[in-house]
DNA sequence: CCTAGCCGTTCTGTATACAGTTCTGGGGTG
DNA sequence: CACCCCAGAACTGTATACAGAACGGCTAGG
């Protein structure tokens, strides 16, 4: 069954079906670290490629750019984007503000008798994934569980919010698969527990836990070292 | 001192700026209530007012869908959204979630050293404008106040996250200009004093106050009523 | 050998054109 | 009188075309 892909067009042959064939093409290989950061994405070029206009793919480097894949400035081509400590430390800082809030929205929801059914699927699907030791498999279900768990909420708005972002996750994910992925899915799994008790607080809190434990390794695997200005540094 | 337009495109002539028009016009005209809700925003219409072709159009379209102006369906004319209980209390949600982290990030970023030149411009540009007693400009200042808190934070994510609910906080403010000015304007000092002051814990609860204490007024203005599940509704 | 300025190439920004789909109004029928 | 069907109109999705700006290499000068 195929789950309804959100963006304004669905997989389905017709109406933006082409700006979003380029979208997820595009999107997949910079995930898959198929261009060198920095790489230039011009537009004749993709579309050449994928043989359509340049017209699709104006859209979807739009939408790329949104996601944080792809930087692009006035009258130059678009460039894969390159991921400092800062711009990570600014992932983490957003993920610890929205997705505690979103726990706790969930875990609201499903105490006033909200479904749990998106979290359960999810958590199945990373269980999968798991097991199958695909990396980018292993990236995508893991960023797809937190996005159910904003999913649970039942709010679009929130879920917007949490899309703009989802990108960037499953790009980390993917990039530190080199982590224990089996903790990691042990962690959802008290995550999901957690909502589905529908008590708010243990559920914001677990997943703000969940998210601060995984700065340090993130930024270790990564060869990066976290930003905290709390220290001042002796540059 | 024309400020920077933020998006990728600035004010000045050249690249990008007839989107940029575009977009600015019709995101007025939308706030403002120039067109009745649910009208359709033809892109053939929109590109012979403003003389220019269907591509910037569309572009700006793009912008304003993701900015929760208006909503767009495959092979439909874009459509201005219509507001309803549930997408308000989504809003004071999201927002609930994010503005009282972002006030913890950048009070603790001026604990650090960080600037509060952002802040004090944004509350001394909404004194005037409330002392002006333009509608209009009181609902974009007091936005600008608290995409102004996001600013002190430093963070370029997190400021993007407050720019795809900005809009809507703007609409909002307009919509609801008929409750007490003075009073919010007073909220907002305190709660940049209080980031200023660089206490973390009380700048995060005074955000989430000043918002949640100004849903049900909200609320009550728009002739709407809270959508809390928590009670069963008897329909 | 290195640096600065110029020119060609490449690419984006925008306009125009065409095909397929959706909406709307009128006419016909039960 | 209400409902359904159909044809025309309107609109979006996509392709192609052209103008202007940015980038890269080459040449000239120190």
Redesign the pocket.
């Known amino acids: 069954m195929a789950e309804p892909t959100d963006i304004?067009t669905t997989g389905r042959t017709?109406?933006?079906?082409?700006?979003h064939r380029v979208y997820t093409t595009v999107r997949e290989q910079i995930i898959r670290g198929q261009y060198p950061d920095g790489a230039r994405?011009?537009?004749?070029?993709i579309?050449a490629e994928l043989e359509?206009?340049?017209?699709?793919v104006?859209?979807a480097l739009v939408r790329l750019e949104t996601d944080g894949f792809v930087i692009?400035a006035?009258?130059?081509?678009?460039v894969v984007r390159t991921w400092d400590a800062r711009s990570l430390d600014e992932l983490f800082d957003v993920r610890a503000v929205l997705e505690p809030g979103a726990a706790r929205y969930a875990a609201r929801a499903v105490a006033r008798g909200g479904s749990t059914v998106a979290l359960e699927r999810a958590l199945t699907a990373s269980r999968d994934s798991v097991r199958s030791g695909d990396a980018y498999l292993i990236a995508e279900r893991s960023a797809a569980f937190h996005e159910a768990i904003v999913t649970t909420t039942g709010s679009d708005l929130l879920m917007a919010q949490m899309r703009a972002i989802s990108g960037r996750i499953q790009w980390l994910f993917f990039r530190t698969s080199t982590l224990d992925v089996e903790t990691a899915f042990e962690d959802h799994s008290e995550l999901a527990a957690a909502i589905a008790s529908g008590d708010e607080r243990v559920a914001e809190a677990l997943t703000f836990a969940h998210i601060e434990l995984d700065r340090a390794p993130t930024f270790a695997a990564l060869g990066l070292r976290p930003n905290l200005a709390a220290e001042p540094s002796e540059d």
């Open positions: 304004s017709g109406a933006g079906a082409l700006a994405l011009g537009e004749e070029r579309s359509v206009s340049r017209i699709p104006r859209e692009s006035p009258r130059r081509s678009a």
